[in-house]
């Protein structure tokens, strides 16, 4: 027969504890750091957003186009031009006569005919002053210029002028200043009667020399166009 087992040194063993309360729960965790390269990101999305921005409002400008010297479109072109110089060799300003305005964005041009002596049979001036707005004129003034004869190049006066005496017979101006053409040309009736014969106009107009006179007031012109 088995018997139980005594307990050595009189001692008992105590039962085993069982654990019926829950742990404390844990702290939280700090929270992590920003991640920097997403706002490095970010700017250089707004930057660059707004250097397009800008880049596109730049584009969005108008174009200034070409530097017009202060030259101005004028309404009546006789009234700035004073062809004093011209007046002492022909005679006494007798009569206007301006033609239509072209006032456009991209050209404005207009015309005066001035009569000197004798408002039928005197010799008359035509001034026409082109503003160019957009286009320049330079590399083709000369080649239309030479279109219509022999020309003497004239210095000091614009860019570029070129004068022809016409035979004798007149005299053409044509200066190049800038966006600005300016022509200027006399002319002298030669009126002839239904059987071919010469209208009697006087005394033939001398116009030996006239280019001198011519160039003074063309550069009065261009000093006043331009204030």
Known sequence: ?????ELVGGTEFDAPEVLTETPPPRPPRPPRP????????GG???ASAVWAGGLYAYGQRPDPGPDLGGYRPVEDLCKVAGLKAI???LGKRVQDGVSPVIDEPSISETSCNVTFGHVDTG???????????VTDPGPEFATRAQQYGVLQKVDGVGEEAFFDDESGQGGRLRILDGQVELDLQIYVPH????????VDTGPPVDLSGIDVP??????????ALRT
């Open 1 to 5: 027969m088995i018997s139980e087992p």
């Open 34 to 41: 920003g991640r920097p390269w997403l706002w490095a990101v």
């Open 44 to 46: 250089a999305v707004v």
């Open 87 to 89: 007046g002492g060799a």
């Open 123 to 133: 010799p008359s001036v035509s001034v026409t002053y082109t503003l160019h707005k």
């Open 191 to 198: 009126d002839v009667e239904l059987n071919g014969k010469p």
């Open 214 to 223: 011519m160039t003074q007031d063309a550069l009065a012109l261009m000093k």
